[in-house]
């Protein structure tokens, strides 16, 4: 999902742009301003990013608190000419991120002419001051005048073509994958075993853990390599459940045999599945978990490369 596709309409009502990677960007009273979808904690959030020129940050905050919706948590000073406003990103309720977005910039903006100069009216490449476009330069919105957008835009049509003709390694990130999935079944099985319970968050741990692998090995991840991932995901959290059995019943009987574990269990899955119920849900949420992740490293690599 790109920010334009939930946020297209409305930027372009506050004169902004939609940019070739769905973000948005543009001036709005001055600011040059730039929307676009970030890695926030295990999920996503949609940033709103102004560069300013020097200002008072404490009584923008200040002044953030009184607004009804904001949280003056959420507003960052990234770096001394720019600020960012966060709004968490709640896939399950689109309309709602939509209109939390529009109202912070709605009133962050007034807010902001209130606090901060505008930035210069100058490129920030080579100083010329007919500037025309808003893009992203080291993470905030910059100033470019024409003949300097036409370079950076060749640039990034670029290096988009190069990241896109890059064949992804199917048996390097097999490879890896299984080596992640391996010490996620290990640790799963030692937390069964050391504390009689499966946890949602070591699933979703073990979710990010396998997609990182995965992503670091194959480079470039295509369809394919959500599966992977995905399928990996699932068999380390029951390799984990198979051997926790191994450990138990090899403890029991003074025997370890690992075909007697897997039928124990297979046993348990197909007769009593209502046992398992949570091992599932911690299961699918941690596939869940691991394929939004891989998703999020991917357009950083896309990202970082057109930069
Ligand atoms: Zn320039």
């Known amino acids: 999902m790109k920010i334009s596709d939930i946020l297209g309409e409305v930027g372009r009502e506050r004169g902004l742009l939609v940019r070739e990677d769905g973000a948005l960007s543009g001036m709005i009273s001055d600011f040059p301003v730039l929307i676009r979808s970030i890695p926030h904690g295990n999920l996503s ?27 003056p948590s959420m507003l960052k000073s990234p770096g001394a000419d720019s600020l960012q406003y966060i709004v968490p990103y709640t896939s399950f309720f689109m309309g709602r991120t939509r209109g939390t977005v529009i109202a912070a910039v709605d009133s962050l903006m007034p807010l902001t002419g209130g606090h901060f100069k505008p930035p210069p009216k100058a490129c920030e490449v080579c100083g010329r001051p007919d500037v025309s476009d808003v893009l992203e330069k080291g993470g905030r919105p910059a100033l470019i005048c024409p003949g300097c957008a036409e370079t950076i835009r060749a640039k990034q049509d670029a290096a988009r073509m190069a990241y896109e003709s890059t064949n992804p390694d199917y048996l390097k990130g097999i490879i890896l994958g299984l080596v992640g999935a391996a010490a996620g079944a290990v640790v799963w099985a030692a937390v069964i075993i050391l504390f009689k319970s499966t946890y949602l968050l070591l699933s979703a741990g073990i979710g990010v853990m396998v997609a990182f692998f995965v992503k670091k090995a194959m480079g470039r991840v295509d369809r394919a390599g959500y599966v992977i991932a995905a399928v990996l995901v699932l068999a380390s959290i029951f390799a984990g459940e198979v051997l926790s059995y191994f450990w138990l019943i090899g403890r029991a009987t003074g025997r370890p045999d690992l075909s007697m574990a897997y039928h124990a269990y297979m046993n348990i899955l197909i007769n009593n599945p209502r046992n398992l119920i949570y091992t599932v849900l911690f299961a699918l949420t941690g596939v869940w978990i691991g394929v939004a992740s891989l998703s999020k490293m991917e357009s950083n690599t896309k990202r970082e490369e057109i930069e």
């Not at 200002?55 to 949280?71: E, H, P, Q, S």
């Open 45 to 71: 959030a949609v940033s709103i990013t102004v560069r300013t020129g020097p200002g008072d940050f404490a009584a923008l905050k200040k002044a953030v608190k009184g607004v009804k919706g904001m949280k």
